[in-house]
C-alpha cells in the first residue's frame, strides 16, 4: 500500500498545507485509489500528483466538519465534467448522503457516473476478500470514525520444485494448489496443496485516524498497525485545550502508538500557528516517548 498525504493543516489551510486529505494505493495492481477525506482544495492537490480522480472508487470520510469534506461537491463535479463513468462510493457518517445530495441539487450539479453513499455506524465498512475496512467510534464533538485498513493474509509461496520432483506438472493443477487445494493426479494418487505451501504472508495493517481527543476505542484501531496515521493539532503543553476541542497532542498519539505496539506513527493535522519549524518541535515531543514517529507533510508519499 501507498499513503500520499494531500493535506495536512488543521482547520484552515496555510502557505504551505493544505486541509485534511489523503489518497490511498491499496494495492499497486490494481487500478484503484481510495480518498480519504477531502477537505477544501483537495482537487486542486490533486493536479499536483499524478493521481487523476477518475481512478477513485472509494472515499471514505471521518467527520462532517468542514475541512474535512467542503471539498467534496467540487471533487465530484470535476469527475462529472471530466466524463468519468466508473463507479463511486462513498462512506461516512450520518449527514453525508444529506449533504453530497444538497450540494448538487443547490448547485443545479449531478454526478454523471455512479455514485452510492454508505452511512457508516461503528464495525466493518467494506471487505472484498483481499482488503477489509474497519470503523471506530471516536471522541470529537461531532460524530467522527477512524478507519482501519488492513490486507487478508496471502497465501504462502507455492514449492514448485517439490510438486515437480513429486510428479505434479507446471499448470492449472498449481493454481489450485496455490489456493489450498487437494487435487486427484491421473495415477490416482492426492496432492493437498497445503502441504506445499510456504508460511502465510501476513497483510499489512494501517490506521487512519479522524480528529479525536483520547479515547478508549483508540486502542481498537492502531493495535499492532504497521502505520498509525494520527492527528498531533497541538503541543504537549497544551493538552487541556486540544482534549476540550475533541483533538490530541503530541504525547497523547505517541504514546498510544506505543501502548498500540504500532511500528510507525505519522503525525498530521497541524495546528496553523505552527510553521515547519515549530512542526520540528512537535516532532520532537513525539518521538521522546514513541521514536518510530515521523512528520507528515504535504505530498509526502509513504509505503506501508
Known sequence: MELTFLGTSAGVPTRNRNVTAMVLNPLLDRPGLWLFDCGEGTQHQMLRTAFNP??????????????????LPGLLCSRSMAGSEAPLTIYGPAGIREFINMSLKLSGSWAGFPLTIHEITEGLV?????????????????????????????????????????GVAPGPLFQRLKRGETVRLEDGREIDGRDYLGEPQKGKKLAIFGDTGPTPGALRLAQEV?????????????????????????????????????????????SSRYDAAACLRLLSEARAIFPASELAEDFLTITV
Not at 477518475?54 to 471539498?71: A, M, P
Not at 483481499?130 to 490486507?151: D, W
Not at 497544551?238 to 476541542?245: C, D, L, Q, T
Open 226 to 270: 504497521d502505520v498509525m496515521v494520527h492527528e498531533t493539532t497541538l503541543e504537549a503543553a497544551m493538552a487541556e485545550k486540544a482534549n476540550s476541542r475533541g483533538h490530541s497532542t503530541t504525547h497523547q498519539a505517541a504514546e498510544l502508538a506505543r501502548e498500540a505496539r504500532a511500528l510507525r506513527l505519522i503525525m498530521t493535522h497541524f
Open 54 to 71: 477518475g481512478r477513485i472508487d472509494k472515499i471514505f470520510i471521518t467527520h462532517l466538519h468542514g475541512d474535512h469534506i467542503f471539498g
Open 126 to 166: 467494506f471487505d472484498d476478500g483481499e482488503m477489509k475496512v474497519s470503523a471506530v467510534a471516536l471522541a470529537h464533538p461531532v460524530e467522527c470514525y477512524g478507519y482501519r485498513i488492513e490486507e487478508h493474509d496471502k497465501p504462502g509461496k507455492l514449492d514448485a520444485q517439490r510438486l515437480t520432483r513429486a
